[in-house]
């Protein structure tokens, strides 16, 4: 093989691979993700029914708790509704309780009668007030009971337990 030949091949061997080395990707611009969309305000809470028996004795309100993590609420929506009869939400060191009812309401449990005060549709209570473990750990129900003949009687359901951990 003559120099020739080999410088030949030496140059055309390195000039493929200055081409390929300058064979680059051609950047495409950044495009900022979309802003993220606004929290759409809870829906106003359905009316309450009126109670005709005690409350031990009449039925449980047809519906079911969903709990959701990412916020750490639960929420008892009526079967074929989609605005919750009662919210209860971790709100910092506490809990926050949101529904039509209004002014001093009658927690009842099968520990016994509470008064919780509702102002503007929602109540708070300390993570650690012991009513909200008697809601968790009455029997089958409890009730919230308003003056003027509003009332729900709710099942009780682990999605309540939940939140209350969740905020404790």
Do not use: H
């Amino acid at each position: 093989m003559t120099s020739s030949t080999a410088g030949f091949r030496y140059a055309t061997a390195g000039t493929l691979t200055l081409l390929i080395a300058g064979c680059t990707a051609i950047p495409k611009p950044v495009v900022p993700p979309p802003p993220p969309s606004a929290v759409a305000p809870a829906p106003p809470p359905s009316p309450l029914p009126t109670p005709g028996k005690s409350w031990e004795d009449r039925a449980v309100d047809a519906g079911a708790w969903r709990y959701d993590a990412g916020s750490r609420t639960a929420a008892f929506v009526p079967t074929g509704g989609a605005n919750p009869l009662l919210t209860m939400a971790c709100n910092g060191g506490g809990i926050r309780m949101t529904s039509a009812l209004s002014g001093n309401v009658s927690l009842r449990t099968s520990a016994g009668t509470d008064p919780i005060r509702f102002e503007g549709g929602s109540a708070s209570m300390s993570n650690r007030d012991p009513r909200l473990d008697r809601i968790a750990f009455s029997r089958g129900r409890f009730a919230l009971e308003t003056p003027g003949g509003g009332a729900l009687t709710l099942p009780v359901q682990s999605e309540i337990g939940r939140v209350i951990e969740d905020c404790r």
